[in-house]
């Protein structure tokens, strides 16, 4: 059964900082990782989709890489400000399903 | 602009009532889904639909109920054997097939009262 854990669960940094958030899965069989962002109360919007067969994706100042063997992504912000304050999610594709992970909470500090 | 809308924002359900959330998406995508989302959990899966008049059970369907009727509607039905209902639930869509990009909607809060 595929699983997503995502570390830290919570992370408050300075603006400017830049900073790397993980995602780590248990089966390595996906079609694509998706990166998410939802903000308080609100849906989920898209941030990075990366194929299967892909080992990064960037977006302005958004980097996601993905290790299909090792079961790992991580997103990479540059130079972070307090707009970025959010839950980000990653989500992995199996045959008809996204799986999520809990999300890591971000606090950009002006 | 494209995009799905859920409707209402907030719900209130009284006990022993059932509830209809309103999921519509004009991006002409095949698949929907409907997500439940609870504090300190991730989201689980209720219900999917690939293709029009077919949906399949998630992993947390007991107690819902969905359609397909149209390819742009999904609503989904909270019926009065869902015990913990109160929850923030999501609805997404996707072009189709295994590669593709999800999109989601806003999201309803429903609230037991």
């Known amino acids: 059964k595929q699983e997503v854990t995502q570390i830290p669960a919570a992370l408050s940094v300075p603006e400017g900082e830049n900073l790397v958030l993980n995602c780590s899965f248990t089966?390595?069989?996906?079609?694509?990782l998706q990166w998410f962002r939802q903000d308080p109360g609100k849906g989920l919007t898209s941030l990075l989709l990366?194929?299967?067969?892909?080992r990064e994706q960037t977006s302005g100042r958004l980097n996601a890489s993905l290790d299909k063997s090792s079961g790992r992504s991580t997103l990479y912000i540059a130079a972070s400000q307090p707009g970025d304050s959010a839950t980000y999610l990653c989500a992995v594709r199996g045959t008809y399903k996204y799986i999520f992970g809990t999300g890591t909470r971000l606090k950009v500090l002006a | 602009d494209g995009g799905i809308t859920q409707s209402p924002k907030y719900l209130f359900r009284k006990e022993g009532q059932n509830v209809t959330l309103s999921c519509e998406q004009n991006?002409?995508?095949?698949?929907m889904y409907w997500y439940r989302q609870d504090p300190g959990q991730g989201l689980r899966l209720i219900y999917y639909s690939q293709i029009v008049n077919d949906f399949q059970k998630g992993d947390i369907a007991e107690g819902y109920s969905v359609s397909r009727e149209k390819k742009e509607s999904f609503p989904l039905t909270v019926t009065s054997a869902q015990k913990n209902p109160t929850a923030f639930y999501l609805c997404a869509s996707t072009q189709g097939g295994a590669n593709t990009e999800a999109f989601f909607g806003q999201g309803t809060r429903l609230t037991v009262v």
């Open positions: 991006l002409n995508h095949d698949a």
């Open positions: 089966d390595s069989a996906i079609y694509n």
């Open positions: 990366i194929q299967s067969s892909q």
